[in-house]
């Protein structure tokens, strides 16, 4: 699955994550409004009855500037049973301009265990 589209967003940026030696003490937030061209695609694999694996990316950027932001994504869900399964994601974005002075490149990775009811 893959989707275009325009969207527009307002970001209100704080400087909580950056590193304090890279700016002035209290700086205000930075407030962007930008309207951005934002692409998705999806990719599903059922490797078999007990094992799902999903890939999607998401690609922001504003016609001003043609830097994007990508958000690259990984779920795999394995069925331990009728009623439990198990999660493993993994979350990042990759900023080629970050509107504050933090890493381009951020991520999370999470595991879940999964109670599935009736």
């Known amino acids: 699955m893959r989707n275009l589209g325009l969207m527009y967003e307002n970001e209100?940026?704080?400087?909580?994550?950056?590193d304090s030696t890279k700016f002035p003490a209290n700086l205000p937030s930075i407030n962007k409004q930008l309207l951005k061209i934002n692409s998705y695609i999806r990719f599903d694999w059922r490797a078999?009855?007990?094992s799902e694996i999903v890939l999607k990316a998401f690609i922001q950027t504003s016609p001003q500037s043609l830097k994007p932001r990508?958000?690259?994504?990984?779920?795999?869900?394995?069925?331990?049973?009728?009623?439990?399964?198990?999660?493993?994601?993994?979350?990042?974005?990759?900023?080629?301009?970050?509107?504050?002075?933090?890493?381009?490149?951020?991520?999370?990775?999470?595991n879940s265990i999964v109670i599935k009811m009736g």
């Open 70 to 110: 990508i958000a690259p994504s990984f779920q795999w869900n394995i069925d331990a049973g009728k009623h439990l399964g198990f999660s493993i994601n993994f979350n990042g974005i990759y900023d080629f301009n970050p509107i504050v002075p933090i890493p381009k490149f951020y991520f999370s990775l999470s």
């Open 12 to 18: 209100v940026w704080n400087y909580i994550a950056a």
């Open 48 to 50: 078999n009855d007990h």
